[in-house]
Protein backbone atom coordinates (compact mmCIF):
# COMPACT_ATOMS: atom_id res chain seq x y z
CA UNK A 1 0.00 0.00 0.00
CA UNK A 2 1.08 3.51 -0.61
CA UNK A 3 -0.59 6.98 -0.31
CA UNK A 4 -0.20 9.74 -2.62
CA UNK A 5 3.21 10.83 -2.60
CA UNK A 6 3.36 9.27 -6.68
CA UNK A 7 0.80 8.29 -8.74
CA UNK A 8 -2.27 9.99 -10.44
CA UNK A 9 -2.93 13.77 -8.98
CA UNK A 10 -6.22 14.55 -7.54
CA UNK A 11 -8.50 17.20 -7.45
CA UNK A 12 -7.80 19.27 -3.71
CA UNK A 13 -9.27 17.58 -1.13
CA UNK A 14 -9.05 14.18 -2.49
CA UNK A 15 -6.65 11.73 -0.79
CA UNK A 16 -5.18 8.78 -2.94
CA UNK A 17 -4.71 4.95 -1.47
CA UNK A 18 -2.77 2.86 -3.68
CA UNK A 19 -2.19 -1.31 -3.59
CA UNK A 20 -0.55 -3.45 -6.00
CA UNK A 21 -3.36 -6.01 -5.18
CA UNK A 22 -6.67 -6.00 -3.04
CA UNK A 23 -9.71 -7.69 -2.83
CA UNK A 24 -11.46 -4.92 -4.29
CA UNK A 25 -11.34 -1.34 -3.70
CA UNK A 26 -14.54 -0.84 -2.66
CA UNK A 27 -14.11 -3.23 -0.40
CA UNK A 28 -10.88 -1.55 0.93
CA UNK A 29 -13.63 1.64 0.70
CA UNK A 30 -16.06 -0.06 2.75
CA UNK A 31 -13.54 -1.05 5.60
CA UNK A 32 -12.16 2.11 5.91
CA UNK A 33 -15.41 3.74 6.60
CA UNK A 34 -15.62 5.41 2.91
CA UNK A 35 -14.58 9.30 4.01
CA UNK A 36 -15.44 11.54 1.34
CA UNK A 37 -12.48 12.33 -0.79
CA UNK A 38 -11.00 9.45 -0.16
CA UNK A 39 -9.47 7.47 -3.66
CA UNK A 40 -8.48 3.90 -3.05
CA UNK A 41 -7.52 2.42 -6.30
CA UNK A 42 -5.39 -1.07 -7.26
CA UNK A 43 -3.09 -2.17 -10.10
CA UNK A 44 -5.25 -5.60 -9.77
CA UNK A 45 -8.32 -7.18 -8.21
CA UNK A 46 -8.73 -10.65 -6.30
CA UNK A 47 -12.39 -10.47 -5.96
CA UNK A 48 -13.69 -7.29 -8.28
CA UNK A 49 -17.85 -7.60 -8.53
CA UNK A 50 -20.36 -5.81 -10.53
CA UNK A 51 -23.93 -5.49 -10.02
CA UNK A 52 -25.74 -8.63 -8.33
CA UNK A 53 -22.45 -9.64 -7.14
CA UNK A 54 -21.03 -10.48 -10.81
CA UNK A 55 -17.59 -11.12 -11.16
CA UNK A 56 -15.49 -7.87 -12.38
CA UNK A 57 -12.52 -9.32 -13.83
CA UNK A 58 -9.74 -7.34 -12.87
CA UNK A 59 -6.51 -8.00 -14.69
CA UNK A 60 -3.05 -5.82 -13.76
CA UNK A 61 -2.57 -2.67 -16.46
CA UNK A 62 -6.86 -1.87 -16.20
CA UNK A 63 -8.15 0.83 -13.96
CA UNK A 64 -9.77 -0.28 -10.54
CA UNK A 65 -10.82 2.68 -8.49
CA UNK A 66 -13.09 3.47 -5.53
CA UNK A 67 -14.28 7.47 -4.67
CA UNK A 68 -15.99 7.91 -1.84
CA UNK A 69 -18.59 10.46 -1.49
CA UNK A 70 -20.89 11.84 1.42
CA UNK A 71 -24.18 13.16 0.79
CA UNK A 72 -26.24 15.69 2.44
CA UNK A 73 -29.28 13.72 1.05
CA UNK A 74 -29.02 9.78 1.54
CA UNK A 75 -31.86 9.25 -1.02
CA UNK A 76 -29.74 10.68 -3.81
CA UNK A 77 -27.45 8.30 -4.19
CA UNK A 78 -28.79 6.09 -6.50
CA UNK A 79 -28.16 9.55 -8.98
CA UNK A 80 -24.65 8.80 -8.05
CA UNK A 81 -24.32 5.92 -10.94
CA UNK A 82 -24.80 8.83 -13.32
CA UNK A 83 -22.86 11.27 -12.30
CA UNK A 84 -19.55 8.81 -12.55
CA UNK A 85 -20.94 7.62 -15.66
CA UNK A 86 -20.68 10.67 -16.85
CA UNK A 87 -17.16 11.36 -15.52
CA UNK A 88 -16.02 8.01 -17.37
CA UNK A 89 -17.46 9.46 -20.61
CA UNK A 90 -15.94 12.82 -20.12
CA UNK A 91 -12.49 10.85 -19.47
CA UNK A 92 -12.76 8.72 -22.19
CA UNK A 93 -13.74 11.00 -24.92
CA UNK A 94 -11.04 13.27 -24.21
CA UNK A 95 -8.57 10.24 -24.78
CA UNK A 96 -10.08 9.04 -27.72
CA UNK A 97 -12.26 12.27 -29.57
CA UNK A 98 -12.85 9.92 -32.38
CA UNK A 99 -14.68 7.42 -30.98
CA UNK A 100 -18.44 7.34 -30.07
CA UNK A 101 -19.50 5.96 -26.74
CA UNK A 102 -22.76 5.71 -24.98
CA UNK A 103 -24.37 5.34 -21.86
CA UNK A 104 -25.75 2.06 -20.88
CA UNK A 105 -28.76 1.90 -17.54
CA UNK A 106 -27.88 1.96 -15.10
CA UNK A 107 -24.10 1.60 -14.79
CA UNK A 108 -22.34 0.92 -18.38
CA UNK A 109 -19.97 2.46 -20.55
CA UNK A 110 -20.21 1.51 -24.13
CA UNK A 111 -18.12 2.07 -27.20
CA UNK A 112 -20.53 0.60 -30.09
CA UNK A 113 -21.78 -3.10 -28.64
CA UNK A 114 -18.98 -3.36 -26.31
CA UNK A 115 -18.40 -2.48 -22.65
CA UNK A 116 -15.51 -0.28 -21.87
CA UNK A 117 -16.51 0.53 -18.25
CA UNK A 118 -18.46 -0.52 -15.79
CA UNK A 119 -19.35 1.13 -11.99
CA UNK A 120 -20.61 -0.04 -8.50
CA UNK A 121 -22.53 1.77 -6.19
CA UNK A 122 -22.27 0.51 -2.46
CA UNK A 123 -23.56 2.31 0.53
CA UNK A 124 -21.83 2.87 3.79
CA UNK A 125 -23.05 4.44 7.23
CA UNK A 126 -24.20 7.97 7.39
CA UNK A 127 -24.91 8.81 3.95
CA UNK A 128 -21.28 8.05 2.89
CA UNK A 129 -21.25 5.68 -0.69
CA UNK A 130 -18.16 3.65 -2.20
CA UNK A 131 -18.46 5.04 -6.10
CA UNK A 132 -16.59 1.56 -7.68
CA UNK A 133 -15.49 2.08 -11.11
CA UNK A 134 -13.43 0.01 -13.67
CA UNK A 135 -12.19 0.93 -16.88
CA UNK A 136 -10.57 -1.63 -19.09
CA UNK A 137 -7.71 0.13 -20.32
CA UNK A 138 -5.21 -2.42 -21.51
CA UNK A 139 -6.90 -5.57 -21.70
CA UNK A 140 -10.54 -6.60 -22.51
CA UNK A 141 -11.09 -9.50 -20.32
CA UNK A 142 -13.45 -12.12 -21.92
CA UNK A 143 -16.56 -12.81 -19.99
CA UNK A 144 -20.21 -14.40 -20.67
CA UNK A 145 -21.99 -11.10 -21.29
CA UNK A 146 -22.11 -11.95 -24.97
CA UNK A 147 -24.35 -9.30 -25.76
CA UNK A 148 -21.50 -6.98 -24.59
CA UNK A 149 -17.89 -8.06 -25.10
CA UNK A 150 -15.57 -6.02 -23.50
CA UNK A 151 -13.47 -3.81 -25.27
CA UNK A 152 -10.36 -1.93 -24.05
CA UNK A 153 -8.62 2.01 -24.85
CA UNK A 154 -5.57 -0.31 -26.28
CA UNK A 155 -7.27 -1.46 -28.65
CA UNK A 156 -9.82 1.23 -29.40
CA UNK A 157 -6.33 3.59 -29.73
CA UNK A 158 -3.82 1.00 -30.58
CA UNK A 159 -1.48 2.71 -28.21
CA UNK A 160 -0.29 2.36 -24.49
CA UNK A 161 -1.86 4.51 -22.02
CA UNK A 162 -1.26 4.68 -18.12
CA UNK A 163 -3.55 3.89 -15.89
CA UNK A 164 -2.11 6.62 -14.06
CA UNK A 165 -3.32 9.02 -16.83
CA UNK A 166 -6.73 7.82 -16.73
CA UNK A 167 -7.53 7.80 -13.30
CA UNK A 168 -6.11 11.69 -13.10
CA UNK A 169 -8.42 12.61 -15.30
CA UNK A 170 -11.82 10.03 -14.18
CA UNK A 171 -10.86 12.22 -10.27
CA UNK A 172 -10.82 15.46 -12.05
CA UNK A 173 -14.23 15.03 -14.34
CA UNK A 174 -16.25 13.07 -11.10
CA UNK A 175 -15.14 16.15 -8.82
CA UNK A 176 -16.66 18.48 -11.80
CA UNK A 177 -19.73 16.48 -12.44
CA UNK A 178 -20.23 16.28 -8.51
CA UNK A 179 -20.24 19.82 -8.09
CA UNK A 180 -22.35 20.56 -10.69
CA UNK A 181 -24.70 17.75 -9.02
CA UNK A 182 -24.51 19.10 -5.94
CA UNK A 183 -25.21 22.78 -6.39
CA UNK A 184 -27.24 22.45 -9.60
CA UNK A 185 -29.13 19.78 -9.27
CA UNK A 186 -30.05 16.19 -10.91
CA UNK A 187 -31.53 17.69 -14.03
CA UNK A 188 -27.77 18.81 -15.63
CA UNK A 189 -26.96 15.53 -14.96
CA UNK A 190 -29.81 14.00 -16.13
CA UNK A 191 -30.14 15.51 -19.34
CA UNK A 192 -26.25 14.75 -20.55
CA UNK A 193 -27.00 11.75 -19.75
CA UNK A 194 -30.04 11.00 -21.24
CA UNK A 195 -27.77 12.86 -24.70
CA UNK A 196 -25.53 9.86 -24.61
CA UNK A 197 -27.92 7.01 -23.58
CA UNK A 198 -27.37 3.77 -25.36
CA UNK A 199 -31.44 2.48 -26.90
CA UNK A 200 -33.44 6.09 -25.80
CA UNK A 201 -36.45 5.50 -27.72
CA UNK A 202 -36.00 2.08 -28.72
CA UNK A 203 -37.77 -0.73 -27.44
CA UNK A 204 -36.27 -2.95 -24.64
CA UNK A 205 -37.54 -5.55 -21.90
CA UNK A 206 -36.92 -5.63 -18.19
CA UNK A 207 -36.60 -8.42 -15.90
CA UNK A 208 -36.94 -7.89 -12.25
CA UNK A 209 -37.82 -10.63 -9.28
CA UNK A 210 -40.20 -12.87 -11.97
CA UNK A 211 -41.34 -9.71 -13.98
CA UNK A 212 -41.04 -8.57 -17.49
CA UNK A 213 -42.25 -5.51 -18.99
CA UNK A 214 -41.59 -4.86 -22.46
CA UNK A 215 -41.50 -1.23 -24.14
CA UNK A 216 -40.25 2.09 -25.00
CA UNK A 217 -37.05 3.41 -23.25
CA UNK A 218 -38.44 7.11 -22.83
CA UNK A 219 -36.18 8.37 -20.31
CA UNK A 220 -35.15 9.06 -16.51
CA UNK A 221 -37.38 9.85 -13.75
CA UNK A 222 -35.99 12.04 -10.68
CA UNK A 223 -33.96 9.76 -9.34
CA UNK A 224 -32.58 7.94 -12.51
CA UNK A 225 -35.18 5.57 -12.35
CA UNK A 226 -35.81 3.87 -16.40
CA UNK A 227 -39.00 4.86 -17.90
CA UNK A 228 -40.16 2.58 -20.35
CA UNK A 229 -43.99 2.76 -21.79
CA UNK A 230 -45.81 -0.28 -22.86
CA UNK A 231 -47.92 -1.19 -26.06
CA UNK A 232 -50.44 -0.36 -23.98
CA UNK A 233 -49.41 2.86 -22.84
CA UNK A 234 -48.77 2.64 -19.59
CA UNK A 235 -45.60 3.99 -17.95
CA UNK A 236 -43.38 1.77 -15.87
CA UNK A 237 -40.58 2.86 -13.47
CA UNK A 238 -37.78 0.61 -13.34
CA UNK A 239 -35.61 1.00 -10.39
CA UNK A 240 -33.53 -2.12 -10.79
CA UNK A 241 -33.63 -4.83 -13.36
CA UNK A 242 -32.04 -6.99 -15.93
CA UNK A 243 -32.61 -4.77 -19.29
CA UNK A 244 -32.56 -6.69 -22.74
CA UNK A 245 -32.07 -3.33 -25.35
CA UNK A 246 -31.78 -4.19 -29.26
CA UNK A 247 -28.93 -4.83 -30.46
CA UNK A 248 -27.52 -1.97 -32.54
CA UNK A 249 -23.49 -0.60 -32.86
CA UNK A 250 -24.08 3.14 -32.24
Not at 65 to 92: E, K, M, N, Y
Not at 166 to 187: A, I
Not at 204 to 224: P, Q
Request: proline share 4%; charged share 20%.
Amino acid sequence: MSSSASGPTLPVGYQLISYEQIDSTNAAALRAGCPHGLVIISRSQTAGRGRHNRRWKSPAGNLHATICVTLPVLRHGAQLAFVASLAVLDTVSDLLPECRFALKWPNDVLCGSRKLSGILIEAAESGRFAVGIGINVFEAPEDNEVRYPAISLKELSGQIISPDTVTTSLCQHFDQWYQRWQTKGFEPVRAVWLASAHGIGDTIAASAGGRHVEGCFEGLDDDGALILTDKRGKRHVITAADICFSQRTD
